[in-house]
């Protein structure tokens, strides 16, 4: 059974930073990818960032490209989404995913496994 812890989440003033962790047991990486998405109330859940677990390729949505940076801890089964310049429109409930095969997708259909999600909200 696949389990995940994720943390990092929080209230933080707009232009702040977080750095979200996900730790994934049950789950091997040899190949596959990590997602990052985020829903907010009434909104879609919509991919943030993502990397394939093997050659560290990755994504970024346009809205966060230069401000967050996601990466992954081979050794401790673990990925990583550090989050700067945050604004009111990053407020959302954000979840880490699993793909077991192949790259990184942009959808969330493509993601096996699910993390219980944490909480960003940006005050301004």
């Known amino acids: 059974q696949v389990r995940f812890v994720e943390s990092g989440g929080g209230l933080v003033q707009a232009g702040g930073s977080l750095r979200l962790s996900c730790a994934v047991s049950g789950h091997t990486f040899s190949n596959g990818a990590m997602g990052w998405f985020r829903q907010a109330p009434g909104q879609e859940r919509e991919i943030v960032a993502a990397?394939?677990?093997?050659?560290?390729?990755?994504y970024y949505a346009d809205s966060v490209k230069g401000r967050f940076t996601i990466s992954r801890d081979n050794s401790k089964n673990t990925g990583y989404l550090q989050m700067t310049g945050l604004e009111p429109d990053d407020t959302a409930n954000y979840y880490c995913?699993?793909?077991?095969?192949?790259?990184?997708?942009?959808?969330?259909?493509?993601?096996?496994?699910w993390g219980q999600g944490t909480q960003v909200t940006v005050s301004s």
């Open positions: 995913a699993v793909r077991p095969w192949r790259s990184y997708t942009t959808s969330a259909d493509d993601y096996l496994h």
């Open positions: 990397i394939n677990w093997s050659d560290g390729g990755t």
